[in-house]
């Protein structure tokens, strides 16, 4: 079965500095990993994706994710924060199965971190 | 404009009155599913549809079903809504599962007394 783990359940940073948001998963497949951004009362918005291409992904607003396999971790990390950062942050794991004759996907979303950016 | 629609936004009933919350994508997605999100514990798949006709359970089944006979549309039911249901709904689809962003609808509301 496939698990996410987001190890802070909050992250306090001042503008201007580095944020890491970390992210370990169990998968029993070869799992494609997101990163999702939830701003106060908004949907949900895609950051970035890994999907077993380049280790080092870059998404959006300077984000980006590095795909450790022999640790499996697929933390977010960001040079320097921006107020607009503050949000909630989810990382997510897909795993694709085969079951008589069908292919299932189920996604699994971690707890989330809350981020909070000081001025 | 390509989007994911979820009705109603807001709704309050009561225990076992039984409601329908309905999801329409526009993008011709075969992957569609429904998470509930609880305060602490993240979002949390309830249902999912690989295309019309192929649904599965996810994480928490439980009190809720769906339906997908046409590609577009993927309602959320519960037959015997309980307090413990109160929640936000997110609606979501997605051109597959594995390699492509997933698509949010605006979120529903749901209080059940």
């Known amino acids: 079965a496939q698990s996410v783990t987001q190890l802070d359940s909050h992250v306090s940073v001042s503008e201007g500095t580095p944020v890491l948001l970390r992210c370990n998963y169990s998968s029993s497949y070869s799992p494609s990993l997101f990163w999702y951004v939830q701003h106060p009362n908004k949907g949900l918005q895609l950051l970035l994706k890994?999907?077993?291409?380049?280790?080092l992904v870059k998404g959006i607003n300077g984000f980006e994710a590095e795909f450790k396999k022999s640790e499996t971790s697929f933390h977010l990390t960001k040079p320097s924060a921006h107020m607009s950062d503050a949000a909630e942050y989810f990382c997510v794991v897909s795993d694709q199965y085969n079951a008589g004759g069908t292919s299932y996907g189920k996604l699994t979303f971690g707890q989330g971190t809350i981020l909070t950016v000081h001025p | 404009e390509a989007q994911v629609t979820q009705n109603p936004r807001y709704l309050i009933t009561v225990t076992g009155k039984k409601l329908t919350v309905t999801c329409s994508q526009n993008m011709n997605h075969e992957y569609m599913s429904w998470y509930r999100q609880d305060p602490g514990l993240g979002l949390r798949q309830i249902y999912y549809s690989m295309n019309v006709e192929v649904t599965d359970k996810g994480d928490v089944p439980e009190g809720y079903k769906v339906s997908r006979k046409e590609k577009r549309n993927f309602p959320l039911i519960l037959e015997s809504p309980s307090p413990n249901q109160t929640s936000l709904y997110f609606c979501?689809?997605?051109?597959?599962?594995?390699?492509?962003?997933?698509?949010f609808g605006p979120g529903t509301r749901l209080t059940v007394l």
């Open positions: 890994y999907t077993s291409a380049a280790t």
């Open positions: 979501a689809s997605s051109l597959s599962h594995t390699y492509n962003e997933q698509f």
